[in-house]
Antibody, heavy 120, light 109 residues
């Protein structure tokens, strides 16, 4: 079945970097953008950006530019999100999700989420 | 950037009753109605319920319905079941960034 499976929880110190992976299966990986959305504890959903596995193109939310990198490896149908210079307020669950290429669309499949804790 | 505002923040409804959740966009969305609703339960990923403002996603029960246009949208759950008590988010996908509302928590009265 169609699914996105993310890597496990991470604990990082302030100033460090974290990389979260998102492995796709059950569909043509290159046919969909992979978006990243995060959710701080008790808070709402915040869109971070996307990567286009077909072109390697990216688009990042303004507040993350300079700190976030999103890439994909089509040979293993996996996308990655790396966030650098971590701060305490980056503590959140990070989700990957997909959007079909050919027209703006809703996010129909989500990964299970990866908890990233920033703690000294 | 389009700001999505949901109301109320919390809605208390008894099982079997109807619930109506609202979502307002800070600017009018396209005629293709690029508006989605998601359901999220604690510890789970969001689940797509409605897209294009009124189309139910695969497997979503018929008691969920969406409507609206322009800047005003609603999600209605016609007869609440125990599994429907959750937090609901609206999202536009008109242009990037695809922003979310702050959510409405639907709780048991």
């Amino acid at each position: 079945q169609v699914q996105l499976v993310q890597s496990g929880a991470e604990v990082k110190k302030p100033g460090a970097s974290v990389r979260v992976s998102c492995k796709a299966s059950g569909y043509t990986f290159s046919g969909y953008y992979i978006h990243w959305v995060r959710q701080a504890p008790g808070q709402g959903l915040e869109w971070m950006g996307w990567v286009n596995p077909n072109t390697a193109g990216t688009n990042y939310a303004q507040r993350f530019r300079g700190r976030v990198t999103m890439i994909s490896d089509t040979t293993i149908s996996t996308a990655y999100m790396e966030l650098s210079r971590l701060r305490f307020d980056d503590t959140a669950v990070y989700f990957c999700t997909r959007e079909v290429h050919d027209q703006p669309s809703a996010f129909d499949i989500w990964g299970q989420g990866t908890m990233v804790t920033v703690s000294s | 950037e389009i700001v999505m505002t949901q109301s109320p923040a919390t809605l208390s409804v008894s099982p079997g009753e109807r619930a109506t959740l609202s979502c307002r966009a800070s600017q009018s969305l396209d005629s293709s109605l690029p508006l989605a609703w998601y359901q999220q339960k604690p510890g789970q990923a969001p689940r797509l319920l409605i897209y294009a403002a009124s189309t139910r996603a695969t497997g979503v029960p018929a008691r969920f319905s969406g409507r609206g246009s322009g800047t005003e949208f609603t999600l209605t759950i016609s007869s609440l079941q125990s599994e429907d008590f959750a937090t609901y988010y609206c999202q536009h996908y008109y242009f990037w960034p695809y922003t979310f509302g702050q959510g409405t928590k639907l709780e048991i009265k």
